[in-house]
């Protein structure tokens, strides 16, 4: 559609103050309905995801797949929210920064960390990467 949305970290953090579900921003607030891939995708600054878990106001448990283009990340201020995050890497080369400390994940691997610390990922490959991330959020 070639809109942007607000990244992930900052739908939870919203979603959460106004005690609504995260997807009702992307979707709207009308009943849950099967929908194609192409409507559940979501766009920020080189980072497309779509979200893999049920919709539901009380879910403390977010999942999505994430694709970022090729030697890119995301720009501006680093993620931070409350809860932990797990990172699984489908394919690509990922360098994830969390904090102070840089951790490198290729396929197959996988990282889970506190996300109260400000944390950013960057592709380092020369195509696309793919993620799986899972989100907990007390």
């Given at each position: 559609?070639?809109?942007?949305?607000?990244?992930?970290?900052?739908?939870?953090?919203?979603s959460?103050?106004?005690?609504?579900?995260?997807?009702?921003?992307?979707?709207?607030?009308?009943?849950?309905?099967?929908?194609?891939?192409?409507?559940?995708?979501?766009?920020?600054?080189?980072?497309?995801?779509?979200?893999?878990?049920?919709?539901?106001?009380?879910?403390?448990?977010?999942?999505?797949?994430i694709?970022?283009?090729?030697?890119?990340?995301?720009?501006?201020?680093?993620?931070?929210?409350?809860?932990?995050?797990?990172?699984?890497?489908l394919?690509?080369?990922?360098?994830?920064?969390?904090?102070?400390?840089?951790?490198?994940?290729?396929?197959?691997?996988?990282?889970?960390?506190?996300?109260?610390?400000?944390?950013?990922?960057?592709?380092?490959?020369?195509?696309?990467?793919?993620?799986?991330?899972?989100?907990?959020?007390?």
């Amino acid at each position: 559609t070639g809109k942007l949305v607000p990244n992930v970290a900052a739908l939870l953090q919203i979603s959460k103050a106004l005690g609504i579900n995260a997807r009702s921003f992307l979707h709207g607030s009308r009943p849950a309905q099967p929908k194609s891939a192409e409507e559940q995708i979501g766009i920020t600054q080189n980072y497309t995801y779509t979200p893999l878990t049920p919709t539901g106001a009380h879910t403390h448990l977010k999942s999505f797949h994430i694709t970022i283009e090729p030697r890119k990340s995301h720009q501006g201020i680093d993620y931070q929210h409350e809860g932990e995050e797990f990172v699984f890497v489908l394919n690509g080369k990922i360098e994830l920064t969390v904090g102070d400390r840089q951790v490198l994940l290729t396929e197959g691997e996988a990282f889970q960390f506190n996300s109260m610390l400000p944390h950013k990922m960057c592709n380092l490959s020369k195509s696309e990467s793919r993620l799986i991330v899972a989100i907990y959020i007390p």
